[in-house]
């Protein structure tokens, strides 16, 4: 069986000093094929763009392969066999690799995963990502009460040897009763010798209606940062932290090296009637370095069906200048047969003017129309106002279409 | 010699588990089509039914289920779902690309240029999500 669904995207923008009219074609293929003992499949995805108005620079095409790999799946033990380019997300690992993934069922309530290949980096010429992968999993479940998995991730280059990256952790889902689960991983950094990141989450819903969760997270930068890629975002940088600006204006060194973050959250959520829910949420980030800050507020949405609705107001308050806003989003949608209008409002009240602008907002509208059950075209427009943006305007034209009903929105729902 | 006699000893000791495994592998795609943002605990009464789709926390918790569950997130989303935001390269902000899904809360909404330099700070980890090791052409255009 072959199924393909295709997205096709229309974009109008302007920037500071030209108009943009990139069109974008989105595909996605998948051919499946019942074997003895599972199935095999192979599975791709893509895009590329041209722009239609700007052929002036290097960029007015652009293109790539999300994903392309062949897939083995057994009937039995949960046997996954997958070749090319895959994404991988296995305890501490959360890499897209060209190369390999195997992960099964063992006896006695294991299970394991391994993959190894060569890790894909968008950037790999800016900071070093590495240029061979691999890593694994091996965790034991007891169904109806705990997964607990360990794994490890290392990354490093052909050349010099040199380790781009080292991970280890241990993840954790408890599920000891219907109405109670805790999820949460530590991982462990060993090139930098520190422990990254420990984050916890506990929800609780000790009625249908009433739901209760809390989540802790400690990150340290240092070590949590290591083998990133992104200039603004690598350790690297950071600890070149303060050292000058580049020559397009932005800081190297962002982010202080020194930094750790300790976050405590929790939220409370009510059912008012039904479809309609209320969440209370509260955030406080205790930094090492930079103070503290609190965030909190509510939301309110009512999702009966044919329409739906949602309110949604955050105040940031922080140490910082720039953490201290307020934050509201008003948005409601409707169907009416085969027609849908949205409606969605963004804003952003500062306490100190950022480039003399204390709001920032934003607010669009978008209409689909449902031809048939394989094809939807939708249309929106955008204004935007802020203290990067004067005024803004841009719009965005999609159509939808599956090649093969069933198969084509296959996992492609919402 | 020594790390070497461990890995086989590993090795042998998966190869004697898998051998002696039979579990039942999970549906490859979902038997009931669902849409929209899901409470699995309308059907599912192990323990499936927590990946309630609508609850406030699960937005923070999905990166959890992904890495210890990726089969069970496999049973009706595609890998495409997922590269819409943990994606190699992207040039369309996934708030941007479902204007006509807004109850799905996707991130990056409105003025994210200025946005991003105040969630940058507030907790960097989150960029690192998605904009880490991928999908940093566009923050490459300013931070060098």
């Not at chain 1, 962002?254 to 479809?275: C, D, H, Q, W």
């Not at chain 2, 330099?117 to 904009?131: F, L, M």
């Amino acid at each position: 069986m072959i199924s393909a669904s295709s997205d096709t995207i229309f974009r109008l923008r302007e920037t500071r000093d030209r108009d943009l009219y990139p069109l974008y074609e989105y595909l996605h293929l998948s051919t499946v094929q019942q074997v003895t003992g599972g199935v095999v499949s192979f599975n791709m995805g893509g895009w590329g763009r041209v722009d239609l108005a700007d052929r002036t620079t290097e960029d007015h095409t652009n293109g790539d392969l999300q994903y392309g790999y062949l897939s083995y799946r057994g009937d039995r033990n949960n046997l996954v066999a997958n070749l090319g380019r895959v994404w991988v997300t296995e305890g501490v690992a959360s890499e897209r690799i060209d190369g390999a993934y195997w992960r099964s069922d063992l006896a006695a309530g294991f299970m394991a995963s391994a993959f190894a290949g060569r890790p894909v980096v968008t950037e790999p010429n800016a900071l070093a990502g590495g240029d061979v992968i691999y890593g694994g999993r091996i965790a034991h479940s007891l169904p109806g009460l705990y997964t607990i998995g360990v794994s490890a991730v290392k990354t490093s280059q052909v050349d010099d040897g040199a380790d781009v990256l080292e991970r280890e952790g241990i993840d954790v889902w408890l599920h000891p009763v219907k109405q109670v689960d805790i999820t949460g991983i530590s991982s462990y950094s060993s090139r930098t010798s520190g422990w990254m990141e420990n984050t916890y989450h506990l929800s609780l819903a000790p009625l249908h209606d009433f739901r209760v969760s809390a989540d802790l997270s400690a990150i340290n930068y240092r070590h949590y940062l290591d083998g990133v890629t992104t200039p603004a975002l690598s350790v690297n940088n950071a600890l070149n932290f303060g050292a000058g600006t580049s020559a397009a204006g932005a800081n190297n060194g962002i982010l202080n090296p020194n930094e750790e973050l300790f976050m405590l959250g929790a939220s409370v959520g009510y059912t008012l009637r039904k479809n309609l829910d209320l969440v209370a949420d509260y955030r406080h980030f205790d930094y090492k370095v930079q103070g503290d800050a609190h965030y909190f507020g509510a939301n309110l949405t009512y999702t009966p069906g044919t329409y739906s609705a949602g309110l949604q107001i955050h105040r940031m308050d922080g140490g910082a200048e720039r953490l201290s806003y307020d934050e509201f989003r008003i948005w409601a949608s409707r169907r009416w047969g085969k027609v849908d209008v949205t409606v969605d409002l963004f804003d952003v009240l500062y306490d100190h003017d950022i480039n003399d602008v204390s709001n920032s907002f934003s607010i669009s509208g978008a209409v689909g129309y449902q031809f048939s059950p394989r094809l939807r075209a939708t249309a929106d427009v955008e204004y935007m106002r802020g203290p990067d943006y004067e005024n803004q305007l841009q719009g965005l034209i999609k159509l939808t279409y599956a090649f093969d009903v069933k198969a084509g929105t296959e996992g492609r729902a919402k | 010699m020594k790390n070497i006699c461990l890995g086989l000893l590993v090795t042998v000791l998966l190869s004697m588990l898998y051998a002696c495994a039979h579990t039942q592998s999970l549906a490859r795609v979902h038997p009931e089509e669902v849409k929209g943002l899901v409470d699995c605990g309308e059907c599912h009464t192990d323990r499936w039914a927590l990946w309630n789709h609508r609850a406030a926390d699960f937005y923070n918790k999905h990166r959890f289920f992904a890495d210890e569950q990726s089969k069970a997130c496999n049973v009706c989303h595609q890998e495409a779902f997922c590269a819409d935001c943990h994606a190699h390269k992207e040039e369309i902000k996934p708030s941007d690309k479902y204007k006509d899904e807004p109850e799905r809360n996707l991130p990056h909404r409105g003025d994210y240029i200025n946005q991003h330099k105040i969630d940058g700070r507030i907790n960097p980890a989150y960029c690192v999500k998605c904009h880490g090791r991928q999908n940093n052409e566009r923050c490459r255009s300013c931070h060098r």
